[in-house]
């Protein structure tokens, strides 16, 4: 019976965005493609460190322990690399040499890997190559460009955090277009005459509420063991404020979820909040508000929108 990617919470995760390719992408834009395979056939042994989203990674693999049959896992995370099978042969070793529970692979030698997101029904997919990520975006598919933070950052504890901004990451940006041209007056204005119409889905909906599944799977764990101590702490952070907060809460409903934190700033700068709450993972539209996001959590940026049209370099 084929395993089925139906049902689940699925993420694509590429090579770039889980380990420190550094020294291996010298090796490439200097010496070229021969002397690359060269030196990851000589390194296969050797583990790659731990990339951005490792801790990420690891904390989402262990919820499948939620699981009352091991052969049904809550989470499944898929490699989607642009090696070849040879060369990527030592990022599978290297997986296992850290003890991730990532079995499936797809190698595409050099091509975007993103177009197989739909036939695995991946709700995202993460890359440092920005370039991928923008064309995924563009395809209306969920993926986000792993931008930089503090790499590996294991911190013992077993929580998973992820904080997500709002406007153009799980909401579509409609309302940053009605910003953009009428101020912030209007936008307040037009979001209090809306605060009864849920937004239309961003590209991280669906990632979101299958988060949120997992969350009643906790819940049902809670249930039958009282000790069990809750993993999975979603956090909004937002740069609206009141009186613009409330439709934002009243869409997650609509979608039957419900962050554990809200944060609604109002302009004050993300990363303040950022660096006490520690998320493992942080994702926003805005590359300004990535800037200094990166410099204290793990920060991914969806270029999803008006405001990241053309705006596909490096």
Same mark, same amino acid.
């Given at each position: 019976m084929p395993f089925s990617v139906d049902g689940r919470l699925v993420v694509g995760i590429a090579s770039s965005a889980i380990f420190d390719l550094v020294e291996s992408d010298a090796v490439f834009r200097e010496k070229g493609e021969?002397?690359?395979?060269g030196h990851q056939r000589e390194m296969v042994d050797v583990p790659l460190q731990g990339g951005h989203s490792l801790g990420f990674i690891r904390r989402l693999l262990a919820l499948n322990d939620l699981s009352p049959d091991t052969d049904k896992?809550?989470?499944?995370?898929?490699?989607?690399?642009?090696?070849?099978?040879?060369?990527?042969?030592?990022?599978?070793?290297?997986?296992?040499?850290?003890?991730?529970?990532i079995?499936?692979?797809?190698?595409?030698?050099?091509?975007?890997?993103?177009?197989?997101?739909?036939?695995?029904?991946?709700?995202?997919?993460?890359?440092?190559?920005?370039?991928?990520?923008?064309?995924?975006?563009?395809?209306?598919?969920?993926?986000?460009?792993?931008m930089g933070g503090p790499s590996g950052r294991e911190d013992g504890?077993?929580?998973?955090?992820?904080?997500?901004?709002?406007?153009?990451?799980? &909401?579509?940006? &409609?309302s940053e277009a009605i910003y953009q041209k009428e101020g912030v007056g209007g936008f307040h204005e037009h979001e209090s005459r809306n605060i009864d119409n849920p937004h239309q889905p961003g590209p991280l909906k669906d990632f979101l509420v299958k988060l949120? &599944?997992?969350?009643?799977?906790?819940?049902?764990?809670?249930?039958?063991?009282?000790?069990?101590?809750?993993?999975?702490?979603?956090s909004l952070v937002t740069a609206r404020n009141a009186p613009?907060?409330?439709?934002?809460?009243?869409?997650?409903?609509?979608?039957?979820?419900?962050?554990?934190?809200?944060?609604?700033?109002?302009?004050?700068e993300k990363a303040r909040v950022l660096g006490v709450l520690q998320p493992h993972i942080f994702f926003d539209d805005q590359r300004g508000h990535l800037d200094g996001a990166r410099a204290v959590v793990p920060s991914v940026h969806v270029p999803f929108g008006t405001l990241n049209q053309g705006n596909t370099g490096s």
């Open positions: 021969a002397a690359y395979r896992p809550l989470v499944e995370v898929i490699l989607l690399s642009r090696n070849d099978p040879d060369t990527g042969l030592r990022v599978l070793e290297s997986i296992r040499h850290h003890g991730l529970g079995t499936r692979a797809i190698f595409t030698q050099g091509a975007c890997p993103w177009p197989f997101i739909p036939a695995l029904n991946i709700s995202l997919f993460l890359s440092a190559n920005r370039q991928d990520v923008h064309e995924a975006i563009q395809a209306g598919m969920p993926a986000g460009h792993v504890d077993e929580a998973l955090r992820i904080a997500f901004d709002f406007d153009g990451v799980l &909401a579509d940006d &409609a949120s &599944a997992i969350q009643q799977a906790e819940e049902a764990r809670r249930l039958q063991d009282p000790a069990y101590r809750n993993r999975v702490r979603i613009s907060h409330r439709r934002a809460i009243e869409t997650l409903k609509s979608w039957g979820v419900m962050a554990n934190d809200a944060f609604f700033l109002g302009g004050i």
